[in-house]
Every structure is written in C-alpha cells, then in structure tokens.
C-alpha cells in the first residue's frame, strides 16, 4: 500500500533504529500518546509560496496555499505527477507599503484551515472512511509547513533575521571554532503568558512579534517546530553556494583557481557524475540551481584535494600549508554533510555524522574569516 495508518518503529540487525517515513519518527508516536487509544492521527502537512502573477496590471502577488497528508509514502508525495498535494485556496497579497500583512496572512490561513483549529481532541474525532475500505476515528492534525525562510518567519511570526527554531540572539554568529546546539528552542507558552502579563520588552528580547499567534490555537501543534528541513535554498543555494564562493576567492589569493577550473571542467562523463563544461564563475548566477550544485558537491572535494593537501610544491610556507589544510577540511566536512544529509533513510549511528561533519565545519571555516575571503 502507497499509505501508512499507523505509527512504526523500525530497526536493523543490530536493533538500531531506523528513519524513513513519517510514521517511523517521533512525533507520530509522541502525539499518538495524548490521544485516547485506537483512534488514527492524520498528519496534515501544509505548503506555502509568495508566488508572482503577472506583471501586466502591477506587481501582483498571490499565496496559494497547498495541503497533503502524512500517510502517503514519501516518494509518492514528492512526485508532481501522482497529484497528492492539492490547493486549497489563493491568498491576496495586499499592495505594496500595507500594514498588517502578516495578521491578515494568518486570518486568512484561520479561515481556510478553521476545522483543524477546533478539532477536540478529547472528543471522538471524525469517523472517515479509509483506501483500504475501512472506517477509522480520525484526528487530523497540523504536523508540518513547507516553506522557504520569510514564510516561516510569518509563520511563526517572529522578527526578520531571528530563527523560527530557536531564541539564538539575532545576528549572532553561528560560531568559527563552536557548534550551537539546539538547547534554547522556542516555547509557545511561555510567550502567551508573556503576551497575557503584557511583558512586551521580553517578547521583543527573543524577537517575538507581540501579539496572538494564531497557530498557538492548534490542538497539539507547536508552530516553532512546524518549519521542514529546506535541502534547496538553506544547504545548496545557501551555505554551500557561500562556501564556494570563499573557496574560489581563496583558490584566487593562492594563484591555483586555473589549476581547480581545469580539474573542474575535466570531470569525466560518468553515470551518477555530472559534467561541467564551462567553470564555476564563468556561468551566470541563475544557471546554478539545486540540481546543478548537487552534482558539483560530489566532486567538489576530490577536485580540491590535489591542489591544497596533495601538491609537491615545496615553495609553501608553514602558514600557507596550515591555510590551505584548514580550507580542505573544510571543504571536504561540508560536502560530507550535503552528502550524508541527503540520505532517504537514517539511522540511529547516521543521524550521528551528520553532526560530527557540522561541528568539523564550524571548527575550520573560520580561516575564511581570519584572511577575509
């Protein structure tokens, strides 16, 4: 079957958890336990795009808001073909300068998704009739909201340039040689009691916009942890676009960018491989999608490695040595994470590299900073 009812827990031979569709994770069967025993919980999973018009009667814009289940297999969600998402509603973008956007933004979402808002969920639920012929006591509710960043941070109403995720002070760095982990994630309930004592100056602190979300109104919902891992635009048009753009800088200042575009353009045809016929800065920005830096980020590394680590040119000094390790290292931990990122399925112990090759990343990148590349 192309559905899944249930929530599952998977395992290898070695009983190691596995990760796969949304039924294997922890938020079905967490959310399974706060609901009375037999019934089906329907994870609903929303999408949302600023999406252009036209431009013959102005700029005008639309929000069409889009909506699938988690039941459906992943791979059956995610082909445009198969027609699992559908549209349900088009929201107005009001004229440019217009206050209050965001609150109307989420009156309108209210209106459209106003059933999933007052579901009881200590009430039967709703009986509804299944694929497989049978009736189950359902409960839809709000699991997930695909969206690029600025969706989010309407979502979740917070300030431009804060984390939807987490209260990490706005604009602070990520850290050059330290990794911040998740530890300080965002409480919805702790803001409504701020917002009901009327602590503004507390909200503005964590980059809160003081007023009522409407997501807060969910039943089971945390709408600080609704945002979805954007592969696209947050890894390979965000740091991994950026980290090529240092390491041709630094490739410049080091007088080895010809050696790196001849090794780059000389990749061969191979099955799984893409070729590039032209180098990297030679292409307009636009040419660069997701699918033109995946392929690169699998040669990346190997296309640096004998340039930076390999070479027999004795006329380098030490710092110049030490640069150059630190850039390959780099270099080679972010292409690691794209990589290992990009898996179908996890594990228990491949859930754990990903992290180990994040926090190698922040330990080398700041050698970008230090030559100010």
């Given at each position: 079957?192309?559905?899944?009812f ?10 190691r958890?596995?990760y796969?569709?949304?039924?294997t ?67 107005p ?18 209106t459209v998704?106003?059933?999933l ?7 039967p ?13 359902c ?23 804060s ?49 009522c979300?409407?997501?807060?109104q ?7 942890q609704?945002?979805?891992p ?21 490739l ?13 353009t ?27 830096i ?11 490695a004998?340039?930076l ?42 859930l754990k ?18 030559l100010?590349?």
């Open positions: 079957m192309h559905v899944n249930q929530p599952v827990r998977l395992a290898d031979s070695d009983g958890r596995i796969s569709e949304r039924n994770g922890d938020w079905w069967w967490n959310t399974q336990h706060q609901l009375p025993a037999g019934v089906t919980i329907v994870p609903v999973i929303c999408a949302s795009n600023k999406t252009h018009l036209t431009n013959f009667s102005g700029d005008q814009h639309a929000w069409p808001p889009y909506l699938t289940i988690g039941h459906i297999r992943k791979d059956i969600r995610r082909t445009p073909q198969k027609r699992t998402w559908i549209a349900v509603g088009l929201i973008c009001p004229s440019k300068g217009a206050k209050n956007i965001d609150e109307g933004w989420h009156s309108a979402v209210g998704l106003s059933q808002m007052h579901l009881d969920i200590a009430g639920g709703l009986k509804w009739d299944c694929v497989d012929r049978f009736q189950r006591q409960y839809p509710l709000l699991a997930a909201w695909v969206g690029d960043y600025p969706e989010q941070v309407m979502i979740a109403q917070v300030s431009y340039g984390c939807p995720m987490c209260e990490i002070p706005k604009g602070a760095p990520m850290g050059h040689s330290t990794f911040w982990p998740l530890d300080n994630s965002r409480d919805q309930h702790i803001y409504s009691e701020l917002l009901e004592d009327n602590h503004i100056d507390a909200l503005h602190t964590v980059g809160v916009h003081p007023i979300n409407q997501f807060w969910y039943p089971l919902c945390n709408v600080y609704l945002w979805q954007d592969q696209l635009h947050q890894l390979l048009l965000g740091s991994v676009y950026d980290l090529l753009h240092w390491l041709l800088k630094y410049k200042a080091r007088n080895v960018k010809d050696q790196f575009d001849n090794r780059f000389s990749v061969p045809r191979y099955p799984g491989l893409q070729h590039f016929s032209k180098p990297f800065n030679s292409l307009k920005s636009g040419t660069w999608q997701g699918k033109e995946r392929g690169m980020i699998r040669t990346l590394a190997v296309n640096c004998p340039i680590v390999c070479s027999t040119d004795d006329g380098k000094t030490a710092a110049e040595t030490a640069s150059d390790e630190m850039v390959m290292a780099a270099v080679r931990a972010e292409c690691e994470f794209s990589l290992l990122v990009s898996r179908q399925n996890h594990s228990d112990v491949s590299a990903p992290d180990d090759a994040l926090k190698r990343f922040y330990q080398k990148k700041g050698i970008v900073r230090e100010k590349m």
